[in-house]
């Protein structure tokens, strides 16, 4: 069984930056795309980017992270990662990384990892 461990999360301030890295026990081009999720306290959780693993073209649908996160992969390390700028109070939550496919141009998680804190203080 795939799995899908996340690394990277912590403490920073607000306008501080941190990358997230999920790091996948088999090659990432088993799956057709993967992606970030991100869960909030006390709030859904939100789908913030994806990848189109064969392409290498991300999408970012989080309409607050825009111009701030951008997410990649590295098909030589099995990882895909999320950078994230300029980070603020709200980017607060639990992130997750996910494997799966686009079915009809949306995306459909198959495998998610067990997530890692981000707190963003003022």
């Known amino acids: 069984q795939v799995q899908l461990v996340e690394s990277g999360g912590g403490s920073v301030q607000a306008g501080g930056s941190l990358r997230l890295s999920c790091a996948v026990s088999?090659?990432?081009?088993?799956?057709?795309?993967m992606a970030w999720y991100r869960q909030p306290p006390g709030k859904q959780r939100e789908l913030v980017a994806t990848?189109?693993?064969?392409?290498?073209?991300?999408?970012v649908y989080a309409e607050s992270v825009k111009g701030r996160f951008t997410m990649s992969g590295d098909g030589a390390k099995n990882t895909v990662y999320l950078q994230m700028n300029s980070l603020e109070p709200d980017d607060t939550g639990v992130y997750y990384c996910?494997?799966?496919?686009?079915?009809?141009?949306?995306?459909?998680?198959?495998?998610r990892g067990q997530g890692t804190q981000v707190t963003v203080s003022e």
């Open positions: 990848i189109h693993i064969p392409s290498g073209r991300s999408t």
């Open positions: 996910s494997g799966g496919r686009y079915i009809a141009g949306n995306y459909k998680s198959e495998h």
């Open positions: 088999r090659n990432i081009y088993s799956f057709n795309a």
